[in-house]
């Protein structure tokens, strides 16, 4: 079975430094969706992609973060500096959307849990 | 804000029993999802049910539909232990692919 995966699993560092989280979607993907998720706010999307290109980060705080897609088997969220409260969860997905708006299934990753000290 | 709110929070039930999760959104869809998500793992999608289906069925999987009361409804027949998980509805918008998720059912079972 094809899998998304997500790289590391788990992280914890000090506040201050910085976060990179990484991302293999499934081969022939089209879409890239980064969720992140917590007790208090759920699950929440930070960014969204289509063929590599941003197409929604609006849930995602500029100020620190960012995300990126180099090639279209890599996609990357960065954070930096982390703070204490960006412990979290974070998700990636991927999908094969023929054409835009079609709305169809979301396969996700395992996770990568941070925790910032 | 969440789109869709599932009820309730949390169910326990024995095994063999069945299970309902229920889901309501607030603006209108072209598709509803759900999505289970075992501990410390990924979700994994379950079910999509379009605009235009009232009802539909994937093996012990039973998911409705009503457009006109903004909800959806997720039953589990002869439920296992394995079926343990959080169930999560979500919907796109009418013009985008972001999905909106609800907060959640956490279903366990057992044995």
């Known amino acids: 079975d094809a899998r998304v995966t997500q790289t590391p699993r788990h992280k914890v560092t000090e506040m201050g430094q910085e976060v990179t989280m990484r991302c293999q979607p499934i081969l022939g993907h089209n879409t890239v969706f980064w969720y992140r998720q917590t007790m208090m706010q759920g699950l929440e999307l930070l960014a969204y992609?289509?063929?590599?290109?941003?197409?929604?980060d609006s849930g995602m705080p500029k100020d620190r973060f960012s995300a990126e897609m180099p090639d279209a088997t890599l996609a990357t969220l960065k954070i930096q500096p982390s703070e204490p409260r960006d412990s979290a969860v974070y998700f990636c997905?991927?999908?094969?959307?023929?054409?835009?708006?079609?709305?169809?299934?979301?396969?996700f990753g395992d996770g990568t849990r941070l925790s910032i000290l | 804000s969440q789109q869709g709110e599932e009820d309730p929070q949390a169910l326990s039930i024995q095994e063999g029993e069945n299970a309902t999760m229920n889901c309501s959104y607030k603006?209108?869809?072209?598709?509803l999802q759900w999505y289970r998500q075992n501990s410390g793992r990924g979700l994994v999608h379950l079910i999509l049910?379009?605009?235009?289906?009232r009802e539909k069925h994937s093996g012990r999987l039973r998911v409705t539909l009503d457009t006109s009361k903004k909800s959806s409804s997720l039953l589990i027949t002869a439920s296992r232990a394995a079926d343990t998980a959080s169930y999560f509805c979500a919907t796109p918008p009418l013009a985008g692919n972001m999905l909106t998720f609800g907060g959640g059912t956490r279903l366990m079972v057992k044995p």
């Open positions: 603006t209108s869809i072209n598709n």
């Open positions: 992609f289509r063929n590599r290109a941003p197409l929604d």
């Open positions: 997905a991927s999908g094969l959307d023929p054409f835009r708006w079609s709305n169809q299934p979301q396969h």
């Open positions: 049910i379009r605009s235009n289906e």
